[in-house]
């Protein structure tokens, strides 16, 4: 079974503090995918990376940026964590084109 | 760029009873679509998917949907619901054509009642 793990389930960070969210996944997958998970909003792409060192913002890139150095391991940074910030984080990978996403758990960040 | 509407925030059923979530496309031409759902704390997982062919796609734990090109519809029915069920679910579709990146709509949570 394809896993996805992230590094946290729950979070609290204070207004300004530089944030990162791990994902990892087992499965060699091409895809890595960032998305945070509002109530009535549904889920919402921030960024997607094709590859290593390859990302494409995804709808609500501001205030974020992404990491990949590594195939299996993609990062979610939060420059200066901001109270709207306050979210459910997901994490998805895909091995291809309009493959099945597998998500992780989430991380729900708390910005006071 | 394509996009699902999910009419229905919330909607309760009883246990045993039939359900039906509603789920409307706005796409070019013969979509893909999806359904995930986020069972209580965990991360979205495949319920099934439509690309091709037979318009009623069989998903996993006894769910299916129903393509409807002329209503611009994808809805997941299941005959018989379960106090498992109780899950927020997403409909989705690709960005643009085969596209890797999706674009999910809204949800709509679920409720059982026994």
């Known amino acids: 079974d394809v896993k996805v793990t992230q590094s946290s389930r729950y979070l609290v960070k204070r207004t300004g503090e530089k944030v990162f969210l791990e994902c990892v996944q087992d499965?060699?997958?091409?895809?890595m995918f960032w998305y945070r998970q509002d109530p009535g909003l549904g889920l919402r792409l921030i960024y997607f990376s094709y590859d290593v060192k390859m990302k494409e913002k995804g709808d609500i890139p501001e205030g974020y940026s992404v990491s990949r150095e590594k195939k299996e391991r993609f990062s979610l940074i939060l420059e200066s964590a901001s109270t709207n910030q306050t979210s459910m984080y997901l994490c998805?990978?895909?091995?291809?084109?309009?493959?099945?996403?597998?998500f992780g758990p989430g991380t729900r960040l708390t910005v006071l | 760029a394509q996009s699902v509407t999910q009419p229905d925030i919330h909607i309760t059923v009883s246990e045993g009873a039939s359900l039906e979530l509603r789920c409307n496309y706005s796409y070019g031409a013969t979509p893909y679509l999806f359904w995930y759902v986020q069972s209580p704390g965990q991360g979205l997982q495949l319920l099934l998917k439509?690309?091709?062919?037979?318009?009623l796609v069989q998903g996993i734990k006894g769910f299916e949907a129903e393509f409807k090109r002329s209503q611009s519809s994808f809805n997941l029915r299941k005959p018989t619901v379960h106090w498992s069920d109780a899950a927020e679910y997403f409909c989705?579709?690709?960005?643009?054509?085969?596209?890797?990146?999706?674009?999910f709509g809204t949800g709509t949570r679920l409720q059982v009642t026994l």
């Open positions: 499965m060699d997958h091409e895809n």
């Open positions: 439509y690309f091709s062919g037979d318009t």
């Open positions: 998805a990978s895909s091995l291809g084109l309009l493959d099945t996403q597998y």
């Open positions: 989705a579709v690709p960005y643009t054509g085969t596209a890797s990146k999706l674009t």
